[in-house]
């Protein structure tokens, strides 16, 4: 595979990453309106301000790589957040619903982890060495979203247990 389609691939990887988390800016909110645990509705919060950032990283991105932002629909995202929002719609806020949305919201985080590490490793092959730390600087963040839902999960699943 020559460098210059390998370059195409990474900026395929880039589009679809930037339609996933252009969805999650929308969906995000609506997750954390419905948590009924504090923790969780200020943890889904915060990484909405994250997320915000993380489609002006993108843009960024596509500036350093002298390609245009386009989006390019990304169906596995937008399955992972209906199959998050059904789940919503079905039953009233409760800490059982609370463990549905942090089940929801970490396989959304492993998709963005699966997603970003691809396009990282993509960029550091290629010697766009800025591009791949600023892809590394949203992984980690994606990562650390990830943890703190594992912790959210400790209490809601505690509190789920009595009720
Ligand atoms: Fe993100
Ligand atoms: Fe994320």
């Known amino acids: 595979m020559s460098s210059e389609s390998l370059k195409e691939l990474l900026v395929e990887e880039l589009k679809d990453l930037y339609h996933a988390e252009k969805q999650l800016v929308k969906a995000l909110p609506k997750m954390a309106k419905a948590a009924f645990d504090d923790e969780l509705r200020a943890g889904l919060t915060e990484h909405l301000e994250e997320t915000k950032e993380h489609v002006t990283r993108l843009e960024r991105v596509f500036e350093l790589l002298n390609e245009p932002a386009k989006t390019k629909v990304c169906p596995a995202m937008k ?76 209490t809601v699943n505690e509190a789920a247990l009595t009720e």
Request: net charge negative.
């Open 79 to 154: 399955g992972l957040i209906e199959e998050g929002s059904e789940a919503l719609e079905e039953k009233d806020a409760s800490s059982v619903r609370d463990a549905q949305i942090i089940g929801s919201a970490q396989r959304i985080e492993h998709y963005e982890i699966a997603a970003y590490g691809t396009a990282r490793t993509l960029a550091e092959t290629l010697g766009e060495d800025e591009v791949a730390e600023i892809l590394q600087t949203t992984l980690d963040e994606e990562g650390e979203a990830d943890k703190k839902l594992t912790a959210a999960a400790a």
